[in-house]
């Protein structure tokens, strides 16, 4: 059954640092990747997806990587800014539907 | 272009009692999706459409959910009776074919079910 594992939980970072936030699964049998932001009380944005032939995929500051073969990927935001705070959610498409880890809420300061 | 649209955006109601949730996907997505997030939790499939046909509705809780996806369209979740542990957001997502498309997701229905 696969399984998706998102680190850390929780992330705070001053405004304007670098960082990445990590996604791992256990079966490299996927579609592909989609990696979402999920604001309170809302629905989830697509931000980046990345198909299982693909290694990254970037958009403005955001860049996807993804290591099929050993089950990673990793989301790297740069410059980050205080409307960056939101919870992202990392998910594996296997044919059926997503699955989803538990997300990792940011929150950028000031 | 508009996105998913899903209604009502929250609902509050005592348990026992009936609930529908409406769901029109982007124009000309064939697949439509409902998932269910609880707090603090990613998303989980409820159903999968395909055009008018479910063809994935293994995780959902035939007793008391059922859904249906008219000519194709729009769909709607329903649950009956609603029970306290059904309180959650019901998330409604569509793509244009189910194979490596990407999934777009409505703003969710919150239920609170009292």
């Known amino acids: 059954k696969q399984e998706v594992t998102q680190i850390p939980a929780a992330l705070s970072v001053p405004e304007g640092e670098n960082l990445v936030l990590n996604c791992s699964f256990t079966?490299?049998?996927?579609?592909?990747l989609q990696w979402f932001r999920q604001d309170p009380g809302k629905g989830l944005t697509s931000l980046l997806l990345?198909?299982?032939?693909?290694r990254e995929q970037t958009s403005g500051r955001l860049n996807a990587s993804l290591d099929k073969s050993s089950g990673r990927s990793t989301l790297y935001i740069a410059a980050s800014q205080p409307g960056d705070s939101a919870t992202y959610l990392c998910a594996v498409y296997a044919g059926t539907a997503l699955i989803f880890g538990k997300g990792t809420t940011l929150s950028v300061s000031s | 272009e508009a996105g998913v649209v899903q209604s009502p955006r929250y609902k509050i109601i005592e348990k026992k009692q009936p609930v529908a949730f409406w769901c029109n996907p982007i124009?000309?997505?064939?697949?439509l999706y409902w998932y269910l997030q609880n707090l603090g939790q990613g998303p989980e499939l409820l159903i999968r459409y395909e055009n008018e046909e479910a063809v994935d509705d293994s995780q959902l809780p035939k007793d008391r959910f059922s859904a249906e996806r008219l000519k194709g369209v729009d769909s709607t979740l329903k649950i009956q009776p609603a029970e306290l542990g059904d309180s959650a957001v019901y998330l409604c997502a569509s793509s244009l074919a189910a194979s490596s498309n990407e999934q777009f997701f409505g703003p969710g229905t919150r239920l609170t079910v009292l």
């Open positions: 990345i198909q299982s032939s693909q």
């Open positions: 079966d490299s049998a996927i579609y592909n």
């Open positions: 124009s000309g997505h064939n697949t």
